[in-house]
C-alpha cells in the first residue's frame, strides 16, 4: 500500500512538472521560435555630410580641398529574410547613402548584401543574399489586424544582436491601425499599424509578427517622451506587410517604384465668372475641359463640363492640387480615386482608376 501510495504521489508530481514546463509554451513563444532565424542584423558603413560654422573657411577650402566636410560613420538596423534565395526586407533609412552593408542572421553567419532596390517615400528597401535555404519568415495580411491583438517586434536594438547573436524580440498588442502621418520630409508614411510593444533606435526595419508567427508589418520609426531622449514610450509604427510586398516586388523586378499615372483628364480652374455663366453655386474647383477616348475617366462616366470640387473627399481648385494629393497619398497607376463632380445642379461621385502611362 506504501508503494502504492509514492507512486500515485511521484505521477502527481511528474505530471504537476509537465504541465508547468507546458505553460511557458505559448503562442508568443511559438511565434518567436518561426520568424527568428530570418530577422537580420544590418550593419551599414554610410556617408554622411558634416557641417561646422567654425571651419568653413573659404580660404582654407580652397588651398586644402583634402578638408573634406564628409564623414564615415558605422550604423545598425534590422531586417527580415522573406525568401528563400536571401531577398532581405528593411526600412531605406537603415541603408540610406550606404557604401557597405553587412547582413548577420541568428548564429553570426554574415554576408554581404546587394541592394537591389530603394523607395525614399515609403521608406522601404530591398537588399539580396548571395545563397540559397535561407530561412525566411511568412508574410501575413496588414488587412486582417484586430486592435488588441499580440504582436512581437524583432530586431537588432541598440546592436544587441552583435552580442548574443540573435534578434531581441518585446511582445505587445496592435493599438491603432490606419495611421496616416502625411508627408513627412518627403515621405508618406499612411495606414501604419501603431503597437505598444518596445521599439529602440536600431529595430527600424525589423518584422512585426502577429501570435501566428506571420509578419504583419516593418517596425519604422517612434514617438519619444522628448527630443532629447530615444527610448521607447510604448508608442511605435510599422509599415504595414501588405504595402511592403507590393513595393519589394515591384523592387525585385524593376530595382525602383514608377509613380507616374495618367487621369485621362484635362482641366482648367474655375473661375468666378465661368461659374456664374454656368450657374454653378461655388467658385473653387476645376472644369473638365478634355476627356481622352477610351480612357478610365471615360469608363467611369466623367464628361466634358463636369466640374470637380473634391478628389478623395479633400477640395481642390487647381490641377497642381489634385496632383499634390495623388502624391501625397502615394497613389500610382492601378490606384482609385474619387472625384466629387456637380453637373447638371446635381452633385455626382466617380471614381476613376489611375492607368498606367505608355
Request: net charge negative; hydrophobic share 40%.
Amino acid at each position: 500500500m506504501r508503494i502504492y501510495f509514492s507512486i500515485i504521489i511521484t505521477v502527481s508530481m511528474l505530471c504537476g512538472q509537465w504541465e508547468v514546463e507546458a505553460s511557458r509554451h505559448t503562442a508568443i513563444t511559438r511565434a518567436i521560435e518561426s520568424v527568428e532565424p530570418a530577422v537580420a542584423s544590418i550593419s551599414v558603413v554610410q556617408i554622411q555630410d558634416v557641417y561646422n560654422p567654425f571651419t568653413r573657411d573659404p580660404f582654407f577650402d580652397f588651398f586644402f580641398p583634402e578638408r573634406s566636410r564628409k564623414r564615415e560613420v558605422h550604423s545598425s538596423g534590422s531586417g527580415v529574410v522573406i525568401s528563400p534565395d536571401g531577398y532581405v526586407l528593411t526600412n531605406y533609412h537603415v541603408i540610406e547613402n550606404a557604401t557597405e552593408v553587412i547582413v548577420a542572421l541568428p548564429g553570426g553567419e554574415e554576408f554581404e548584401a546587394e541592394i537591389i532596390g530603394t523607395d525614399y517615400i515609403t521608406d522601404l528597401a530591398l537588399l539580396k543574399l548571395n545563397g540559397r535555404n535561407f530561412p525566411y519568415a511568412t508574410l501575413g495580411d496588414s488587412y486582417d489586424l484586430i486592435i488588441g491583438e499580440w504582436v512581437i517586434a524583432l530586431g537588432n536594438p541598440f546592436g544587441l544582436f552583435d552580442i548574443s547573436k540573435q534578434p531581441t524580440a518585446t511582445a505587445g498588442i496592435i493599438s491603432a491601425v490606419d495611421m496616416d502621418f502625411g508627408p513627412q520630409k518627403g515621405r508618406v508614411y499612411k495606414d501604419m499599424i501603431q503597437t505598444d510593444a518596445a521599439i529602440n533606435r536600431g529595430n527600424s526595419g525589423g518584422p512585426l509578427v502577429n501570435s501566428m508567427g506571420e509578419v504583419i508589418g516593418i517596425n519604422t520609426f517612434i514617438y519619444t517622451a522628448s527630443q532629447f531622449t530615444e527610448g521607447s514610450i510604448g508608442i511605435g509604427f510599422a509599415i504595414p506587410i501588405n504595402l511592403a510586398k507590393d513595393i519589394a516586388e515591384e523592387l525585385k523586378v524593376s530595382g525602383k517604384v514608377d509613380r507616374s499615372f495618367s487621369t485621362g483628364l484635362a482641366v482648367e480652374r474655375l473661375t468666378a465668372e465661368v461659374a456664374e455663366y454656368l450657374n454653378v453655386p461655388f467658385t473653387k474647383g476645376v472644369i473638365v475641359v478634355e476627356v481622352e477616348a477610351g480612357s478610365n475617366a471615360e469608363k467611369a462616366g466623367v464628361e466634358i463640363g463636369d466640374i470637380i470640387s473634391a478628389v478623395n473627399g479633400q477640395k481642390i481648385s487647381s490641377s497642381r492640387e489634385i496632383l499634390k494629393i495623388i502624391k501625397e497619398s502615394d497613389l500610382r497607376s492601378g490606384n482609385r480615386i474619387k472625384l466629387t463632380l456637380y453637373r447638371d445642379g446635381k452633385t455626382l461621385t466617380k471614381y476613376i482608376i489611375l492607368a498606367r502611362v505608355q
